[in-house]
């Protein structure tokens, strides 16, 4: 009596990309081998393969890892018409391999040395197509890699891995970008490495406040790193340095070119800069979905997505009755989208001509929301005029009420662990404030 006979299955179609690599002949002489995997295409590049791709007929692309154009918008291209990536590694750089890999969202990858494995690892990558990447997409949980990441950081060393402090508030100019500059230049006033990171998707303006001519946006040149799966080697490149302990990460250069930035770039970013210290982040006011198609997000997703990946936000809203009612407003959508994070409020602008104690302002405020603290910042417009005229930090333009308030602010967010090295609040960052300054002289010139 014969045996049942299972009905024949279809082979795994696949496109491979080796560029030339001397793989490319071994992988196709394996493939040969096998009934369950056909070889459709030998693509000349990844320009090749997307199109190929895009024909709807290969379940499966198996490409060098350094192919140029491999990228995340390549790989989603990839997956968005049913071709499960696999990449292959070479035997000298395993590891590195595997991690560019993970940051470009490819979960399948083979040794070159062990090309019997790489059929199997195409079945197992068409069979299971939802199956999660071996390492994270955005790169493994930093840990012992940080210090890896760190050891290449320009200003500063790495040193323990920091935090997200976002700074949010509603519309109506209550002081996210004044206040996220002096909350940064206070922690590095405390010899902690901090980063300032412009995120608002409608034209940040952290660059001017600083006096920083570059013309180049240190968020969009983050955008193509991560795009390339190079964000962590290349982070560096993305900053620019104020001091020893200050690094600026600036905006976008206009408001038009907030659709430049990736969806996960930030969240990518946010990654990357706690593993070398702490990261302020100056955001939009607009919390609303905005993307009318599901697969192209909106231009709010910058904000969302840094109050999303906040370790503690610093919520900031003005104490005339116009702000503190948009400052209600903004704290209840805000229990919407957080998780339990820290919420410290802080009302920004506080005189006493508005005939309000801070006990008033305190009992309006408290009742719209979770808050873990309440913080005052003086309207010290004087000193705020002129750190803005001069394009400095706060804590550059000297010692006043306003600093005073910042420095009560940090003491909350991070109590130090012993006094500064310096009385003055402008110590240590002259250098670099000097050259930035005399720059911008020889260039208005």
Not at 82 to 107: C, E, F, K, N, Y
Not at 198 to 224: C, K, N
């Amino acid at each position: 009596m014969s045996g049942l006979v299972s009905g024949p299955v279809s082979p795994v179609v696949v496109l491979i990309v080796g560029g030339g690599a001397a793989w490319e002949s071994e992988a196709l002489r394996r493939f040969d081998e096998r009934r369950d995997v056909v070889v459709l295409k030998r693509c000349v590049d990844v320009d090749d393969l997307l199109a190929a791709a895009s024909a709807g007929q290969a379940d499966a692309a198996v490409v060098g890892i350094d192919a140029p154009g491999l990228d995340a918008a390549a790989v989603d291209h990839l997956r968005t018409h049913g071709v499960q990536p696999v990449a292959v590694v070479p035997s000298d750089a395993v590891d590195a391999g595997r991690l560019r890999a993970s940051r470009v969202g490819i979960g399948g990858v083979v040794d070159e040395a062990a090309l019997h494995l790489l059929a199997d690892a195409v079945v197992a990558a068409v069979s299971t197509p939802d199956a999660p990447p071996t390492v994270p997409r955005h790169g493994p949980a930093l840990g012992a890699d940080a210090d890896a990441d760190g050891a290449t950081a320009e200003p500063g060393t790495a040193g323990p891995r920091g935090r997200a402090l976002v700074v949010w508030g509603p519309a109506g100019a209550p002081g996210r970008t004044t206040l996220a500059a002096a909350v940064a230049a206070e922690l590095a006033r405390r010899r902690r490495r901090t980063i300032l990171l412009d995120a608002d998707p409608y034209g940040g303006t952290v660059a001017q406040q600083l006096g920083i001519l570059d013309e180049v946006s240190g968020l969009l040149a983050a955008t193509r790193l991560a795009t390339a799966g190079t964000l962590a080697d290349g982070f560096a490149s993305v900053q620019r340095g104020l001091d020893q302990h200050l690094s600026v990460v600036t905006g976008l250069p206009r408001a038009d070119r907030w659709a430049e930035v990736r969806s996960g770039t930030l969240e990518h970013l946010l990654d990357v800069g706690r593993a070398h210290g702490d990261v302020v982040v100056d955001t939009g006011a607009i919390l609303e979905e905005d993307g009318l198609d599901p697969g192209r997000p909106g231009r709010n997703r910058l904000t969302l997505e840094a109050v999303g990946g906040a370790d503690e936000l610093l919520v900031v809203g003005t104490a005339d009755p116009v702000g503190l009612s948009r400052l209600a407003r903004g704290l209840v959508e805000l229990d919407e989208v957080t998780g339990g994070v820290p919420v410290r409020v802080v009302v920004n602008r506080m005189r006493p001509t508005l005939g309000w104690s801070e006990k008033d302002v305190a009992a309006m405020v408290r009742g719209f929301g979770r808050v873990a603290s309440l913080h005052f910042v003086p309207d010290d417009r004087a000193a705020v005029d002129r750190a803005l005229v001069a394009g400095r930090t706060l804590l550059e333009s000297g010692d006043s009420p306003v600093t005073r308030a910042v420095a009560a602010l940090v003491d909350a967010l991070a109590p130090p662990a012993a006094p500064p090295s310096s009385p003055s609040p402008t110590a240590g960052v002259a250098g670099a404030t000097i050259r930035r300054r005399r720059a911008g002289r020889d260039r208005r010139r």
